[in-house]
């Protein structure tokens, strides 16, 4: 198929698009998929000669944090001390891995484990749960803080709950 019209946008990456067209009334759409978020410039033309319109300015934001691509930065969870702040920084970022500004996602994280107190007979597992949600720092990133009361061996959990539908999905570490 032949078409008349070409689209370019110009911006965080070079795009080619299709103009289909025209409709009944006479109307064309222009089709481009952008992967990176950003500011574009796109001009319309016909051959290698750009309308007399163009270009225009066109910005494309972030999609939905994508619980998949979401990045997680420990400081030092490892080597701490009972009662030590534990931070967890999560960096949100869309299926395309761009960085979603969003305030309202939410992040919880579970870390359970414990250690064996006391000695010989009177030797028992301790065991401890903690939860805490995240905080948005407003850049993009979204910090938990929490405390463990008793050292030992702990594996963390971060779950991403889901603006839309509120499921929760967990996050790869």
Do not use: W
């Not at 089709?31 to 270009?55: E, S, T, W």
């Not at 999609?63 to 999560?90: H, P, W, Y």
């Not at 979204?142 to 991403?160: C, D, K, L, N, T």
């Amino acid at each position: 198929m032949y078409f008349l019209f070409k689209v370019e946008l110009r911006g965080p990456q070079y795009i080619e698009g299709r103009v289909e067209g025209p409709d009944k009334d006479g109307n064309f759409r222009a089709r481009y998929r952008p992967y990176l978020a950003g500011a574009y410039v796109l001009m319309v033309k016909i051959g290698r000669f750009a309308l007399q319109q163009c270009p225009f300015s066109v910005r494309c934001s972030p999609d939905v944090t994508c619980a998949e691509t979401c990045e997680i930065s420990d400081f030092g969870l490892m080597n701490k001390r009972a009662g030590d702040d534990l931070v967890l920084q999560v960096t949100t970022l869309d299926a395309q891995r761009n960085k979603n500004y969003s305030d309202d996602e939410r992040f919880h994280v579970i870390c359970r484990g414990g250690s064996i107190q006391g000695k010989g007979k009177m030797a028992k597992f301790q065991k401890n749960l903690v939860e805490a949600d995240s905080r948005p720092r407003g850049d993009g990133v979204h910090e938990v803080r929490f405390a463990v009361p008793i050292e030992g061996a702990y594996s963390v959990i971060v779950m991403h709950r889901d603006a839309k539908t509120g499921s929760l999905e967990e996050l790869e570490a």
